[in-house]
């Protein structure tokens, strides 16, 4: 997504954060963000200009979460499970599984369950540390999709839930990370047309099937309506 794509996208929660929450970001995350806005948007915002600021929380909403409120972003996955149709047809039962994106474990939970083997990535410190805590015995990573911790070919299924879209140096790098004969899977990613036009099965399944559990009304207020992840794309390798 663009930049005025992510300012206009953002979530009603993006009002809570101001200019003191950019700063506390990790010094890399708040530079990938700044790099993404415009030139003229930096400037304005190392001058202190409101409107840089409102914009730059609203196009930082999910950075922002992941690092300054991962009990929220947990909250909000507890509130949308997958659906059960795209969990009983991912065929990862005693496979060797790579999970890109791993959040705090909203499908690690499944994988560890099923697979033989789990690798789970995911960039966010406080994300991946809560993720450690709930599954002691996965091995949890630090790592970016662009460049995964993995040798080359020793996953049988790369998968990532509702991370990530199509950006060819990311698919490069999970088809570099599974082994020929392998699947690649992606449930409810960015642009799901677009992975549907190049070659990736597309299955779709009813979100209205999804038993939402009881929760805090204050998560939709903040992140707007729920959307339990739902589509299922998978590519054999
Ligand atoms: C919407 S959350 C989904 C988390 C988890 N897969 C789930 O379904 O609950 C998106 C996740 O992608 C991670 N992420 C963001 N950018 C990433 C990147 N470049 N490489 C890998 N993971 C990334 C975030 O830290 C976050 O955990």
Excluded: N
């Excluded at 047809?89 to 789990?118: I, M, N, S, Y």
């Excluded at 690649?184 to 597309?202: K, V």
Aim: net charge negative.
């Amino acid at each position: 997504m663009t930049y005025s794509e992510l300012v206009e996208a953002a979530p009603r929660g993006a009002a809570q954060f101001g200019a003191a929450d950019l700063r506390r970001l990790p010094a890399k995350v708040l530079a990938e963000l700044l790099a993404s806005a415009p030139p003229a948007e930096r400037e304005l915002f190392e001058k202190g200009d409101l409107g840089a600021i409102g914009r730059l929380t609203k196009a930082g909403f999910w950075p922002l979460v992941y690092h300054l409120e991962p009990e929220r972003w947990d909250a909000l996955s507890k509130a949308e499970p997958i659906h059960p149709g795209v969990l009983a047809a991912l065929p990862v039962d005693d496979a060797r599984v790579l999970e890109v994106a791993a959040g705090t474990g909203r499908l690690t939970k499944h994988l560890a369950a099923r697979a033989r083997a789990l690798i789970a990535v995911e960039p966010a410190a406080p994300l991946r540390e809560m993720l450690q805590r709930r599954f002691p015995e996965v091995a949890v990573l630090d790592g970016v999709a662009r460049e995964l911790p993995v040798s080359k070919g020793w996953a049988d299924v790369t998968v990532s839930c509702a991370s990530l879209g199509p950006d060819p140096a990311i698919l490069e790098e999970a088809e570099r990370c599974t082994r020929r004969g392998g699947l690649h899977a992606l449930i409810s990613p960015g642009e799901p047309a677009w992975f549907e036009q190049h070659g990736y099965e597309r299955l779709r399944f009813d979100p209205s099937q999804v038993k939402i559990p009881p929760h805090d009304p204050e998560l939709e207020e903040f992140f707007g309506p729920l959307d339990p992840p739902h589509e299922l794309l998978l590519k054999p390798l």
